[in-house]
């Protein structure tokens, strides 16, 4: 197994330093595109995370109150004339003062849980409105708590904030 006249040896640096550089380049690229990648493929941060938003002024929460309530009194009116059922009386009125908070704070109320509000220090009026009125009405199996006891609610929460 020896080295027969015909085998050479190369030495090591038989190739030109272009080589070199491309090979380098390529892979600059390559490490390039996948750390691209990961970045913009990463979740955004929670908006908790995130710098808080101004508070609404004055003039701009009592327009929310006044369009709110408003909202809330359609709501009520509705039920009250048969249009809809106090199930979904319910669940409009949770939408609304989660809608509500979020207008107020920036806070994604919309998409929480009850766990995710309680977390955040949000009011307590709101939690106390979801596990009294909202959540029972839509989620347990028996008759749905009166809507005009989660508008009553629902009113506590708009004024509650300032």
């Known amino acids: 197994m020896g080295l027969t006249p015909t085998d050479e040896l190369y030495p ?7 080589w070199l550089l491309l090979a380098a380049g390529i892979l600059i690229v390559i490490v390039g595109v996948i750390a691209l990648i990961v970045l913009l493929t990463r979740p955004p941060k929670p908006r908790a995370e995130r710098t808080e938003p101004e508070r ?7 327009r929310l109150r006044s ?3 408003q909202r809330i009194d359609a709501v009520e009116r509705a039920y009250g ?8 009386a319910n669940a409009e009125l949770s939408r609304l003062t989660r809608a ?4 107020y704070t920036g ?5 929480m849980s009850l766990d995710e509000l309680e977390a955040h220090d949000v009011h307590p009026a709101l939690v106390d409105a979801l596990r009294r009125h909202y959540y029972p009405s839509l989620f347990r199996g028996g008759p749905v708590i009166d809507p005009a006891a989660g508008a009553s609610a ?4 708009v004024n509650a904030w300032h």
């Open 12 to 18: 090591p640096v038989q190739y030109g330093g272009l």
């Open 56 to 62: 609404p002024t004055a003039e701009r929460l009592q």
């Open 67 to 69: 369009d709110y309530l």
């Open 81 to 88: 004339e048969g249009h809809i059922t106090a199930r979904r």
């Open 100 to 103: 509500f908070v979020n207008d």
């Open 107 to 111: 806070l994604a109320t919309p998409v």
């Open 154 to 157: 629902a009113r506590e929460v």
